[in-house]
């Protein structure tokens, strides 16, 4: 597997974590709808969470949660749709964004960006 690869496990891995740490209940990770993937979904306070994972090792060009484009969450939402159709949920969902860069050290930090968009923006 490519470096980049194990970067990415890696920093989903993290954000899972932080998540976990952060009071939420991890329901599905990597899950997939014909070209879509959610990388996790998530669930707090009676609420679905969609999460984007998106690391970088440098923020030079663009932060990572930039590189989350009107595509991506396009898809992002149809994937969430066919999550709770298919398991007949009918709470609030949400969509966050998580940006993992490694700092001066090389440790991971992550910036959460909770409701980063609106399902109904597409």
Do not use: C, W
Not at 89 to 116: C, M, W, Y
Request: glycine letters at 4%.
């Amino acid at each position: 597997m490519a470096d980049h690869n194990d970067f990415g496990k890696e920093a989903e891995n993290f954000a899972a974590d932080f998540l976990v740490l952060n009071g939420y209940r991890i329901l599905v990770r990597n899950y997939r709808f014909l070209k879509a993937e959610i990388d996790i979904i998530a669930e707090k306070e009676n609420k679905v969470v969609i999460v984007e994972v998106k690391a970088r090792n440098t923020d030079i060009f663009i932060e990572p949660h930039e590189a989350v484009r009107r595509k991506k969450m396009r898809l992002l939402v149809e994937a969430a749709d066919h999550f709770m159709n298919s398991g007949n949920r009918d709470e609030e969902v949400r969509f966050d964004i998580i940006s993992v860069l490694p700092d001066g050290s090389g440790k991971l930090q992550i910036t959460h960006i909770p409701n980063a968009f609106e399902a109904i923006d597409f």
